[in-house]
T-cell receptor, first 113, second 115 residues
């Protein structure tokens, strides 16, 4: 099992450009999450999904959109990138029910110039 | 709202030294508590967890006890190794409402262990 994978690993954008980050998991998990990690801020939840076709806002959703068309994939979109979105983005997944462990991907380092 | 506060780093120790990283929380209800570890260039991985008061989580020589009376979940290890150098995150998982199971993280503590 590959676990949670993220594509791409690195990306540089110019202000105003758009892009999509892909997260894939092969553990048949119901729940999936997108976080951003900034120095001194820990991880903050952007959006999450409790199942295929569902999405919900987290702590810092502005400027991002998400889609969960297939159970194994969770996409994070930036329609018009801003320098404030320079960050490391992590995807995670877990089984449904309870408060179990989240499994994290390796991250995507995004720089917006 | 719910929150996690952990000691700021960086923390620098010599090999075989004793480690404590403090973590306190504020939460409604009865959260589960976690310690995650992030090695350089990698994602986070679960180190240990505790789901109710007085539970002790342990793994790889690390321990933490869920203390409801002091709302704390301090991470300890008796003898650190160079390979323990990483960033450690304390987190809680809410147990109510639509955000059940979502993690709230502390800001992280960077540990460097010198040989």
């Amino acid at each position: 099992n590959a676990g949670v994978t993220q594509t791409p690993k690195f990306r540089v954008l110019k202000t105003g450009q758009s892009m999509t980050l892909l997260c894939a998991q092969d553990m048949n998990h119901e729940y999936m999450y997108w976080y951003r990690q900034d120095p001194g801020m820990g991880l903050r939840l952007i959006h999450y999904s409790v199942g295929e076709g569902t999405t919900a806002k987290g702590e810092v959703p502005d400027g991002y959109n998400v889609s969960r068309l297939k159970k194994q994939n969770f996409l994070l979109g930036l329609e018009s990138a801003a320098p404030s979105q320079t960050s490391v983005y992590f995807c995670a997944s877990r089984v449904s029910g309870g408060m179990g462990e989240q499994f994290f991907g390796p991250g995507t380092r995004l720089t917006v110039l | 709202g719910d929150s996690v506060t952990q000691m700021e780093g960086p923390v620098t120790l010599s090999e075989e030294a004793f480690l404590t990283i403090n973590c306190t929380y504020t939460a409604t209800g009865y959260p589960s508590l976690f310690w995650y570890v992030q090695y350089p260039g990698e994602g986070l991985q679960l180190l240990l967890k505790a789901t109710k008061a007085d539970d002790k989580g342990s793994n790889k020589g690390f321990e933490a006890t869920y203390r409801k009376e002091t709302t704390s979940f301090h991470l300890e290890k008796g003898s650190v190794q160079v390979s323990d150098s990483a960033v450690y995150f304390c987190a809680l998982s809410t147990n109510y409402g639509g955000s059940q199971g979502n993690l709230i993280f502390g800001k992280g503590t960077k540990l460097s262990v010198k040989p």
